[in-house]
């Protein structure tokens, strides 16, 4: 990379492997975006073209028209011509000492259609919706694909999340068939999966569970619905028709934390999905027929489905799904992997960054990390000393560093600067892609001057992938993402600025979301599961800085009875584990006898926030009940 100044753009080196090198691309795209996109959309293989690129009225949008496509035909048929025994996924297990697995286009090709006819005769239409309860193993792919095949709607959820979590999610969506499996590795310990899908069945219409083998653990048996997965495959054939799709036909659906117990199914289509993930790993992670890409988020996260799955194999690119910890068996596991299997292009998250940091580089002597091309960040802001450390320890000052920001509603990224073009500059996401318009605005939409702090939107055309609603909740999507703006920009509730380079920083929400180890979560999904258990009366929580995770929740518990807190906050965790899952475990829970509210009754989590960073708590007259801020801190910080 070349210094200039506080900026940085890419050398001659980095120039070369780019698809995109001249910065007049911004400018074409800015002229007609709509154009721009459908120039990218032609690039892959569709049934019927579009008869208009982009349609609709914002909150409603439409891209590709009419286009009849199918995502797998792009993903595996296409591949076939060039790539027939191109190996698309590396399986790298969490036990180093057990045998990685490597399977061809082609290998992908046949499996996914065994399983998308296995699928169909167990019931599944197009349409239909299977839940997806699965780590990080190959089947994982194959599910996904085996549903896009035949047109059926799956919806991914984390392998971490509980059965509770499951439950609510299969039944938003009326899923009809879970695929699940055994159990898995995790730091080697095996988790009963199987044991925990069973527990996440209830009450839902989910008909049939097919099992997929990895652990061989003692699992729970439903002889008139479970099958095992290795048996329905097979004898099946390894052709299967791929279903003709809509470009704006459901395709998946993501759940993501609501403010509230539910959460929200991210709905994503056909056509705009597929050129939103193929242009944007294509263009910002430059892949060629040489790359090996690794980006290590787990399937069960938005990052997971575009980057994990679909992205490269549109592409055609070679891939790593990592099982494991990046830490385990060893904290230089992950270095370990990107010299094992040469990765050239490396996305993590700075979570994982600020753990790499905390080890030390003595750990990282062994390995030279070579092949590495390019780096890229996602899930929360990086800060400056995380960019400067990933920029000269991993990148070696040679790869850019890629700050990208996105949601799951977006599903793709939408800005990043461009390894071939830059401008890089520390702790800065940089540029919205070419075709995509990136405003920061006030409160009554007026553009931000540089450096003044707003609220971050997109601008029509918005985005091919941009979500086209709530599964089943047309309020929640207006309200959440089109109310605030009155239709006009799609809010994505992050709040950031732009600097005098015109490039976009990120700096937090504007709601109650916070980042935990990068896992999406909002304090009011944890606060209404801590009510869950009995005790509570009242509970408030709230996100604080952690060194590693980056953010973490603590608690504060107003028990309904002050002579029957015993054993209370060990209820606390339990419930909120039980409800969410181990990712969302408090940090702390303290018992308090009251929360400090206003006089309409709002709790100030502002305050609580304060009293446990020990911060000043400013003036506390507009509280309805300031005598409770005394007791809180002495509970937090006994004398
Ligand atoms: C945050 C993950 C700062 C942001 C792809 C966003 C970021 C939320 C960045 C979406 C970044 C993601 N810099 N903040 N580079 N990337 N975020 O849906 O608040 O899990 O709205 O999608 O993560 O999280 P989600």
């Not at 790359?291 to 988020?297: C, K, L, M």
Request: glycine share 8%.
């Amino acid at each position: 990379m070349i210094k200039k100044g506080e900026l940085y753009y890419p050398d001659t080196a980095a120039k070369k492997r780019a698809w995109l090198k001249s910065k007049s691309v911004y400018a074409l795209a800015e002229k007609n975006p709509v154009k721009f996109w459908e120039s990218v959309a032609k690039e892959l293989v569709w049934r019927k073209k579009w008869t208009k690129a982009y349609a609709g009225t914002p909150p409603h949008i439409k891209w590709f028209v009419g286009a009849k496509l199918n995502i797998t035909e792009n993903c595996l048929d296409r591949n076939l011509v060039t790539r027939k025994n191109k190996v698309a996924i590396i399986w790298e297990p969490d036990d180093s000492n057990q045998a990685a697995r490597t399977i061809t286009y082609y290998q992908l090709y046949r499996e996914v259609n065994k399983f998308a006819n296995a699928l169909k005769k167990l019931g599944v239409k197009k349409g239909d919706r299977v839940g997806i309860y699965l780590p990080m193993i190959p089947e994982v792919v194959i599910a996904m694909l085996a549903c896009a095949r035949i047109g059926a709607v799956h919806s991914v959820v984390f392998s971490a999340f509980s059965s509770q979590a499951l439950q609510v999610r299969l039944q938003d969506a009326g899923a009809k068939v879970l695929v699940t499996v055994d159990g898995y590795y995790r730091r080697g310990k095996i988790t009963d999966l199987k044991k925990q899908a069973d527990e996440g069945l209830e009450g839902t219409a989910v008909e049939r569970v097919v099992v997929v083998k990895r652990a061989g653990n003692q699992i729970p048996w439903t002889q008139a619905r479970d099958v095992w997965y290795e048996d329905i495959v097979r004898g099946e054939s390894d052709e299967c028709a791929a279903a003709v799709m809509d470009a704006e036909d459901p395709m998946f659906i993501l759940y993501t934390s609501g403010s509230t117990g539910k959460p929200k199914g991210a709905l994503h289509t056909c056509g705009g999905y597929m050129v939103s993930a193929y242009a944007s790993d294509k263009w910002i992670f430059d892949l060629t027929d040489d790359d090996i890409f690794w980006s290590t988020a787990d399937i069960g996260w938005v990052t997971g489905h575009t980057y994990s799955c679909y992205g490269p194999l549109l592409n055609g690119t070679t891939f790593i799904q990592f099982e494991g910890s990046p830490d385990y068996p060893n904290p230089d596991r992950w270095a370990g992997v990107i010299d094992k299997y040469g990765v050239t292009v490396f996305y993590t998250a700075p979570t994982a960054i600020r753990m790499f940091m905390k080890n030390g580089t003595d750990i990282l002597k062994p390995y030279t990390m070579k092949t590495l091309e390019v780096l890229g960040s996602v899930g929360e802001p990086i800060s400056e000393k995380a960019w400067n450390w990933y920029f000269k320890e991993v990148g070696k000052g040679r790869c850019p560093i890629l700050d990208t920001w996105w949601q799951t509603e977006t599903g793709g990224i939408i800005a990043t600067s461009l390894p071939g073009i830059g401008p890089f500059k520390p702790a800065h996401t940089g540029l919205a892609l070419p075709g995509i318009r990136i405003r920061v605005v006030d409160e009554a939409g007026k553009l931000c001057k540089p450096g003044q702090e707003g609220s971050v939107v997109l601008f029509p055309p918005f985005c091919p992938s941009l979500l086209r609603g709530v599964w089943q909740n047309e309020q929640k999507f207006t309200d959440t993402y089109w109310s605030q703006y009155k239709n006009k920009y799609y809010f994505s509730g992050d709040l950031g600025y732009k600097d005098k380079n015109g490039l976009l920083r990120v700096v937090g929400r504007a709601d109650d979301m916070i980042k935990v180890a990068g896992h999406r979560l909002t304090t009011g999904e944890l606060e209404s599961a801590a009510c869950k258990a009995p005790q509570v009366a009242e509970c408030a929580v709230v996100g604080v800085v952690d060194e590693i995770k980056g953010e973490v929740p603590v608690a504060f518990v107003v028990p309904k009875s002050q002579t029957d807190v015993a054993g209370m906050k060990e209820n606390v965790v339990a419930a909120i584990r039980s409800t969410i899952g181990p990712i969302a475990t408090p940090h702390e829970v303290f018992v308090v006898t009251d929360l400090p509210k206003t006089r309409s009754g709002k709790i100030m989590r502002r305050i609580l926030r304060k009293v446990f960073t020990k911060e000043e708590l400013g003036d506390l007259s507009t509280l309805a009940n300031p005598e409770s801020v005394e007791s809180i801190k002495n509970t937090v910080n006994p004398a």
